[in-house]
């Protein structure tokens, strides 16, 4: 039983004995095997937990410090470089993307503007042509790849999940900007400063500490085949074209490359604190990273739509800002509709609460088998709400 239901460890606030409850709830009933959970308020931590394995044979206890890979989490924090350089006037986020980065503008993509990328509306969810994990590892053959491509829609006019691509398109205009690639430029600006435990890929140093991701449970392939069997071929793109998964998000190569869509390893805590920044109205630790109109602009909403990628899976109309999700009507960083957040594919999660002054982050190793809304993710944003 013990092992089933490990001890948690850390520090939880009194008042936000809720989430110490569901973060338990989680190992008993919702199939944890190793995770943390993070809370900040006013920029004061204040929920601190993590439990469990870091490995599927239970070797390896999960650690104050443990790192994982959090998927599509990363994609807030590479966000936040595009709005620290929008924030210093060096980034027109109206600006067409080829006044940055010229080949953008093959096969009719002049008029995309950079807030076409950060909000999904590119039309740029995934490549037309086959694309190997190994080629996604390269940085200048993805980004050529689609500087050169023709939209699958009318950018501006839809959200379609940008899965990998979100990264390389966000991060190619960071990098013609600033010079440095977003996890370079994060360092120097955000994490290094604010001494936060995430990073875009994994140094190899920090193997040691690093949890092994374990697979969602088994899909059948009759299932999987109906469910694909719905999607356009730019969701199948986006999600499939390469399709990545545990097995090689563990692998050396993964954690080598530059994916800021998809790589960044982290703490909860440190997801909490980045989201704690918009959470702050821009500032953490005493120290300002972005101007309060700066964090008001990161949750501009785009439009409501069925996402022409997501929209199958997720069964309702969201809206993606700049960056970031809404949790708009259907609550899902909570009952305030401009609260916002992103989740990792298999579970993990920051959000923002700029009028609670609220951020957590929750990271895990055993994926769960949706992209947004892991049922233990839910349970701890419930959980939040109900002590505040």
Known sequence: MSEQVPQVHGHCDPRFAAVRTAFEENFRDRGELGAAVSVTVDGVTVVDLWGGWADGGRTRAWERDTLVNVWSTSKGPTALCAHILADRG?????????????????????????????????????????????????????????????????????????????????????????????????????????????TIGLPEKETGRTAELVHPPTVSTSEQAATFSQLAPAAIAALANPMAGATEANSPAWRAAELPAANGHATARAIAALYAIFAGRGTYGGRRVLSPEAVERVREGQGSCRDLVLGVGIGHDTEIALGVWLSGPNGSYGPNPRAFGHDGYGGSCGLADPEAGVSMGYVMNRMGPRIVDDPRKTALVEALYSAL
């Not at 109206?94 to 503007?113: I, L």
């Open 90 to 198: 060096l980034l027109d986020l109206d600006a067409p993307v080829a006044a940055y980065w010229p080949e953008f503008a093959a096969a009719g993509k002049e008029r995309v503007v950079v807030r076409h990328l950060l909000s999904h509306r590119a039309g740029l969810a995934g490549l037309r042509e086959p694309h190997s994990l190994e080629q996604l590892y390269d940085w200048e053959l993805t980004t050529a790849r689609l500087a050169a491509m023709e939209p699958w829609w009318e950018p501006g006019t839809r959200s379609g999940y940008h899965a990998f691509s979100y990264g390389f398109l966000v991060g190619e205009v960071v990098r013609r900007v600033s010079g440095l690639l977003p996890g370079a430029f994060l360092e120097r600006e955000v994490t290094g400063p604010l001494g936060v435990d995430f």
